[in-house]
């Protein structure tokens, strides 16, 4: 069992002098900056000149270019996407680092793909939460906790790990719980869900609209059944509740012996080859460099993938359903 930090494991008192600086203010840049200040910490934002800047200048943050904060700051906190902080990184924080400083990521992509190296001295820390932006920012002000992983790199003497989880606790990850992980855990968990697990569940989505659609059922009828209804949101919430198979009781006997005899079958020598090639190429940093290319080639291949998706069936008879979406989601979406 992982090791799980609480808010009463966690020493705040290791950023004490430390000046804290968080470059991005996006999904999880807006929510982190906040958390902190609410908790007491002075962030200092770095930002381009546009919308995002704006946003957070409203928010009551003095905003300054990325080089700036990046030479005041010592503990950076690098919340801009992914793809970009390579780039960004060597151009604008790079050079402001000094032996001590520490750099902290919301994810393990650059640092476990070697993307970004950070010089000896400089310490690599991960505070990962597993929640979007938006409900960091929420459950922070309710009180409540998300969890979230943290490692630490460079990290001799356990010091990094220590700003690390005052970090989780200041954003308020601790009141859920923060796990020990690395680097290279956080990214393939994550990796291996994007390119095997949701795949599957779009796949299996798509057949099951095809086939029943081929079938003469109403095309409209079977997407509300997929998850107009929000009966897939239940299911998922009854997971939390009652465990991964315990959910299943609250299904009928007929649903339980079919979902329960047949899934086997979902899973032939085939598919199994395939996952074990999604785990090799996430492991191997096979994807990596696919999607380092493309990204060089200005997306072809995502242009043509996003045109395929968007003109399938599913799509269609969802923009027939538009009025109907609204009403559903009102009361489950938050404002
Ligand atoms: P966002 O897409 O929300 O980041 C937007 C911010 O990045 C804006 O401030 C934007 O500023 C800035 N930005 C974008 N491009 C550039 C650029 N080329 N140069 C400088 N600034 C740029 O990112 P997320 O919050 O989604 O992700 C941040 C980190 O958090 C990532 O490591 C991600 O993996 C991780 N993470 C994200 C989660 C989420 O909720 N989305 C969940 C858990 C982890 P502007 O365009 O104004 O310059």
Redesign the pocket.
Known sequence: MATIYRDADVNMGVLKGRRIGV?????????QALNLRDSGLAPMVG???????DR?TADGFAVRP?RAVADEADVIL????????P??YQE?IRPSLRRGDVLC???G??IYYQAIVPPEGVGAIMV?????????RQLYQEHLGFPCLVAAENDADGRFLQVALALAKAIGATRFGAFASSFREETVI?LFAEQMLWPGIIKLCLLYFEKLVAHGCDPEIVTTELHLSGEFVEIAKAMITHGFFGQLQLHSQTSQYGQLSRADRMAPPELLAQVDRAMEEVCSGRFHAEWVQEQKAGKPNMQRLWQQVLTHPLAQSEAKLESLRKIITRPHEPS
């Open positions: 470059i991005g203010y996006g999904n999880q840049g807006r929510a930002n381009r000149d546009d919308e995002y800047k957070a990325i690098v919340l801009i996407p992914d793809e970009v902080q780039e960004v604008q990521f919301a994810s992509y650059n990962a939460p597993r929640m979007i932006g938006r409900a960091v994550d």
